[in-house]
């Protein structure tokens, strides 16, 4: 589970923005967050479920758009961090988990091999923390409910890893404690991880943004058109759905039936979206909107060197389609 803020100016980060503006301030929250989700797409990829926790709970919504549809989505409640985190720890075991972890958005140096080796602690101990610099912690893992962990604590002070120990103790419980690593809040923090040239600095600031505009576009049979990259491109040999890179200040409408005249020689009628992801790559973060779709005039013909094939929805399992495909089949319950 990842707790996480909106990015909102002036509501995030706010010790960190009295340094350096709010604006910037916001810009780092959002850019944690993103390398965050990122790390923990990284270590769930052998299929550990990601909720993502949301606050303010009315901007479900702008999470979605912002970070994609590949995630369960609910709303932080509770009157402080520790009730929230209670409620998001009762809700995982109610749904039948066995282990489940929490963490924030705060701490660039989390990597997949911490989650993991947290995760796996689980298995020798019922409680797994990983303590900050500051006297907090940037991941809780629970086995089981612990009795009065998150009551009489004061958050967001120097005691809340200490007195977290010390309630998990007293209620007979044993703990794994984790690599301590450095929250972001202050501005110390923020120049103590760029001048020790943190990955995170090397490349968050440097991300360039791509948008796609994807044409999921199915014919009156109910096949669906899918288009085979050509040899020399990037994922060449894959079959996806056909669409391309949008313009600067181009709609994703206008881009997908831009691509759809130069790569298929047909004009499309863009419906609502189906889904939104994001992936993240060194230097780079590209976000694909997967619209549905129809053909309003003409025939498509391979015009960028591709090949094309009306698929039904029976047999698209058996082409081979890049990640951000699979995503979008699950979603047509198509078996994968």
């Known amino acids: 589970m990842v707790f996480l803020k909106a990015p909102i100016p002036g509501k995030v980060k706010t010790r960190l923005g009295a340094s350096i503006g709010m604006k910037k301030a916001a810009k780092v929250s959002r850019l944690m967050s993103e390398t965050t989700i990122k790390t923990v797409r990284q270590f769930a990829k052998n299929g550990t479920q990601v909720v993502l926790w949301c606050d303010p709970s009315r901007k479900r919504k702008v999470f979605q758009r912002w970070l994609g549809n590949g995630y369960r989505y609910r709303c932080q409640k509770g009157k402080n961090l520790g009730e929230r985190m209670e409620r998001a720890f009762q809700d995982a075991f109610e749904k039948g988990a066995r282990r489940v972890m929490i963490i924030g958005t705060d701490c660039p140096g989390i990597t997949p091999a911490i989650l993991r080796r947290a995760f796996e602690a689980l298995d020798h101990k019922p409680v797994a923390i990983g303590p900050s610099r500051d006297g907090g912690y940037y991941l809780l893992g629970l086995r089981e409910m612990v009795p009065g962990l998150f009551r009489n604590v004061e958050w967001s002070s120097g005691s809340v890893f200490s007195k977290t120990l010390s309630h998990a103790k007293k209620a007979g419980f044993s703990v794994n404690c984790l690599k301590t690593l450095r929250d972001v ?13 943190d990955p995170f600095f ?19 049979r109910g096949s669906y058109l899918l288009s085979r990259r050509p040899k020399g491109k990037h994922l060449a040999g894959l079959w996806e759905f056909p669409g391309g890179k949008c313009h600067p200040q181009e709609s994703i409408k206008k881009c997908i039936v831009r691509e759809g005249k130069e790569e298929l020689g047909v004009e499309i009628k863009v419906g ?27 025939v498509p013909q391979p015009l960028d060197g591709q090949r094309l094939a009306w698929v039904p929805v029976s047999r698209l399992h058996r082409y081979p389609h890049p990640e951000a495909n699979l995503v979008l089949l699950k979603r047509l319950r198509v078996k994968v």
């Not at 809040?185 to 040239?197: A, H, N, P, V, Y």
């Not at 968050?204 to 014919?219: E, L, N, P, T």
């Open 185 to 197: 809040d202050t501005i110390d923090d923020f120049r103590t991880l760029k001048k020790g040239s």
């Open 202 to 220: 090397r490349t968050a600031f440097s991300v360039k943004r791509y948008r796609i505009g994807v044409a999921v576009i199915r014919d009156r």
């Open 272 to 298: 609502r979206q189906l889904m939104r992801l994001s992936y993240h790559f060194p230097g780079r973060l590209v976000t694909l909107h997967f619209h549905k779709c129809r053909i309003s005039r003409g």
